[in-house]
């Protein structure tokens, strides 16, 4: 197999929330599929029912479930296996608030869910306004019955900590951790390949209404999935300069995924070198990337998937561009910022390393 940087087709996902950010303040191209307001773009994703497709090449047609099934290691790195890829990526537009809710952890979506993991994510603020905000985690000393009359009433700010959102943040937002965003936000989203949400709101993504009964039902799932011990907060990450003309940012890192934004000059050339499997979106300008005999132009607001056999990526400036991995956290993230200077209270505070 003479493997080459994947581009994938994209699930693009309309919620009630969503705008034309993706598009106008991105900068992604639409084509004649787009519709008039996005919410999200499911950039690399297994997820059942949206898996995506490889569109160009030799794969072409192959989705990414039945890579990660025919080639574990070529395509995620060494002693990767299972029957999905382990990362979703996407970009998200908050021009309305999305709901208040909640994804389950590891144990907890393997006990009361019966899925294979939960869904810890991170967000990477790309544009937001003065004064954007967040809501992630609760406030101290807040108990059950407290919680879940809040919920109900929607009363989100006695219970849930508000947070200040600026571009070029991260917050890392553990699996059990009440969340929403919004309005005004731009993010890029990395989290474990998984669908599993619980929401508070009476209206449903596409805005029709909740029944009553379900709604009970999901609130008393939120409570029982909630984990009271979650208070994230928002960090600008590590910086690591690789030459004078090229920055590289570690922005969050845990187990289930690792984030870092590169920029590189104009006429700089950067290359990344890697063990698995890389996501790479583009959040500047074109930018032409390099990778195995590759050598093409990569859009605003679209993506590669890098299989792990490659091995490495060179990318030219001006270049503005985000790398998503799962990673081994000592050879990928904690030795690069020791060498950095950093010491282990600062690296630990980019997520859960």
Same mark, same amino acid.
């Not at 004649?32 to 297994?46: H, L, Y």
């Not at 508000?162 to 989203?189: A, C, K, N, Q």
């Not at 090229?246 to 845990?254: D, K, L, M, N, S």
């Given at each position: 197999?003479d493997?080459y940087?994947?581009?994938l087709?994209?699930?693009?996902?309309?919620h009630?929330f969503?705008?034309?950010?993706?598009?106008? $303040?991105l900068?992604?191209?639409?084509d004649?599929?787009?519709? *008039?307001?996005?919410?999200?773009?499911?950039?690399?994703?297994?997820v059942?029912?949206?898996?995506?497709?490889v569109?160009?090449?030799?794969?072409?047609?192959?989705?990414?479930?039945?890579l990660?099934?025919?080639?574990?290691?070529?395509?995620?790195? *060494?002693?990767?296996?299972?029957?999905?890829?382990?990362?979703?990526?996407?970009?998200?537009?908050?021009?309305?608030?999305?709901?208040v809710h909640l994804?389950a952890?590891?144990?907890?979506?393997?006990?009361?869910?019966?899925e294979p993991n939960?869904k810890?994510?991170?967000?990477?603020?790309?544009d937001a306004?003065?004064? %954007?905000?967040?809501l992630?985690?609760?406030?101290?000393?807040?108990?059950?019955?407290?919680?879940?009359?809040?919920?109900r009433r929607?009363?989100?700010?006695?219970?849930l900590?508000?947070? *200040?959102?600026?571009?070029?943040?991260?917050?890392?937002?553990?699996?059990?951790?009440?969340?929403?965003?919004?309005?005004?936000?731009?993010?890029?989203?990395?989290?474990?390949t998984?669908?599993?949400?619980?929401?508070a709101?009476d209206?449903?993504?596409?805005?029709?209404?909740?029944?009553?009964?379900e709604?009970?039902?999901a609130?008393?799932?939120?409570?029982?999935?909630?984990?009271?011990?979650?208070?994230?907060?928002?960090?600008?990450?590590?910086?690591? $300069?690789? %030459?004078?003309d090229?920055?590289?940012?570690?922005?969050?890192?845990?187990p289930?995924?690792?984030?870092?934004?590169?920029? %590189?000059?104009?006429?700089?050339?950067? $290359?990344?070198?890697?063990?698995?499997?890389v996501v790479?979106?583009?959040?500047?300008?074109?930018?032409?990337? %390099?990778?195995g005999?590759?050598?093409g132009?990569?859009?605003?607001?679209?993506?590669?998937?890098?299989p792990?056999?490659?091995?490495s990526?060179?990318?030219t400036?001006?270049a503005?561009?985000?790398?998503g991995?799962?990673?081994?956290l000592?050879t990928?993230?904690?030795?690069?910022?020791a060498?950095a200077?950093?010491a282990?209270?600062?690296?630990?505070?980019?997520?859960?390393v």
């Open positions: 197999m493997w940087p994947l581009r087709s994209t699930p693009i996902m309309t009630v969503g705008g034309t950010a993706i598009t106008d $303040r900068g992604r191209p639409p004649e599929s787009t519709p *008039p307001r996005i919410a999200e773009t499911w950039e690399v994703s297994d059942d029912g949206r898996v995506g497709e569109t160009e090449g030799p794969l072409a047609g192959r989705s990414l479930r039945s990660a099934e025919d080639f574990p290691v070529e395509l995620m790195g *060494p002693g990767r296996q299972g029957a999905r890829f382990p990362v979703l990526t996407k970009f998200i537009d908050a021009t309305d608030p999305l709901p994804h952890d590891d144990e907890t979506a393997r006990r009361i869910e019966q939960g810890t994510e991170a967000w990477h603020i790309i306004p003065p004064g %954007a905000t967040a992630a985690g609760t406030k101290p000393d807040v108990d059950a019955d407290t919680l879940r009359d809040a919920l929607e009363d989100f700010d006695a219970v900590r508000r947070l *200040p959102v600026r571009p070029g943040e991260t917050l890392y937002v553990p699996g059990g951790t009440i969340h929403s965003f919004g309005s005004d936000t731009l993010v890029y989203e990395i989290e474990q998984s669908d599993i949400q619980q929401s709101m209206w449903h993504l596409d805005g029709s209404p909740v029944a009553r009964d709604r009970e039902r609130l008393d799932l939120m409570v029982a999935e909630w984990e009271p011990e979650h208070r994230p907060d928002f960090h600008p990450g590590l910086s690591v $300069r690789m %030459a004078d090229v920055e590289r940012v570690f922005c969050t890192a845990g289930h995924f690792v984030l870092e934004r590169w920029r %590189a000059a104009a006429g700089a050339t950067a $290359r990344h070198t890697f063990r698995a499997a790479l979106s583009n959040v500047g300008a074109p930018v032409r990337i %390099a990778s005999g590759w050598d132009v990569l859009e605003p607001g679209r993506s590669l998937l890098l792990a056999a490659l091995g990526v060179d990318f400036g001006p503005d561009v985000l790398l991995y799962k990673p081994d000592e990928d993230v904690r030795a690069p910022l060498a200077g950093y282990p209270e600062a690296v630990s505070a980019l997520g859960d």
